[in-house]
T-cell receptor, first 114, second 115 residues
Framework: DQQVKQNSPSLSVQEGRISILNCDYTNSMFDYFLWYKKYPAEGPTFLISISSIKDKNEDGRFTVFLNKSAKHLSLHIVPSQPGDSAVYFCAASDYGGSQGNLIFGKGTKLSVKP | EAGVTQSPTHLIKTRGQQATLRCSPISGHTSVYWYQQALGLGLQFLLWYDEGEERNRGNFPPRFSGRQFPNYSSELNVNALELEDSALYLC??????????????FGPGTRLLVL
């Protein structure tokens, strides 16, 4: 039973436009969320995180929005660049429970076309 | 600052053999995590070590085991290899995972192929 879901396996966006990647979760105990980017043959690279006490966190071109009531988060990339083409993973944790591990979605492959 | 390193990058084994994968965390990090990414699947949590102790393990059989050394590096052992163990094994490290919201940083992974 998937606790973190990324329902879009792929997304194609034109360079310069906004990319919106979505993620839904089922466990209301999750209190910390992260986005990672992964290129082929490399490990995931941390992008941005958000604590459940916030509803928005911004870092340069990347903004993560959290809607706790809907158990939904999204990653906005503005403007999108061809170098952003990668697989994006949403991850969640229950750090309050000190479980330590992250629970990942299956990823969304973003293609940014020049 | 050096990131998380893993060795070997690739490993080919046959069914029934044992595989040993190694990970060195970022300097100053005491927590090490192991994940498996099988083809078409997301990252599945395997093991978490902190300060030399196993803190949590995912839903994997006991033939997946590991340890953390005094220098915080870690080893993942997979015994009695099965074909479905073929996957990318990722190691991540963080400052201690027990005290708050610590970001995990990943290594490049070891690709294990079981024939």
């Amino acid at each position: 039973d998937q606790q973190v879901k990324q329902n879009s396996p792929s997304l194609s966006v034109q360079e310069g436009r906004i990319s919106i990647l979505n993620c839904d979760y089922t466990n209301s105990m999750f209190d910390y969320f992260l986005w990672y980017k992964k290129y082929p043959a490399e490990g995931p690279t941390f992008l941005i995180s958000i604590s459940s006490i916030k509803d928005k966190n911004e870092d340069g071109r990347f903004t993560v929005f959290l809607n706790k009531s809907a158990k939904h988060l999204s990653l906005h990339i503005v403007p999108s660049q061809p170098g952003d083409s990668a697989v994006y993973f949403c991850a969640a944790s229950d750090y309050g429970g000190s479980q330590g591990n992250l629970i990942f979605g299956k990823g969304t492959k973003l293609s940014v076309k020049p | 600052e050096a990131g998380v390193t893993q060795s070997p990058t690739h490993l080919i084994k046959t069914r029934g053999q044992q595989a040993t994968l190694r990970c060195s965390p970022i300097s100053g990090h005491t927590s090490v995590y192991w994940y498996q990414q099988a083809l078409g699947l997301g990252l599945q949590f395997l093991l978490w070590y902190d300060e030399g102790e196993e803190r949590n393990r995912g839903n994997f059989p006991p033939r997946f085991s590991g340890r953390q050394f005094p220098n915080y590096s870690s080893e993942l052992n997979v015994n009695a290899l099965e074909l479905e163990d073929s996957a990318l094994y990722l190691c991540a490290s963080s400052l201690t995972g027990t005290s708050g919201k610590e970001t995990q940083y990943f290594g490049p992974g070891t690709r294990l192929l079981v024939l």
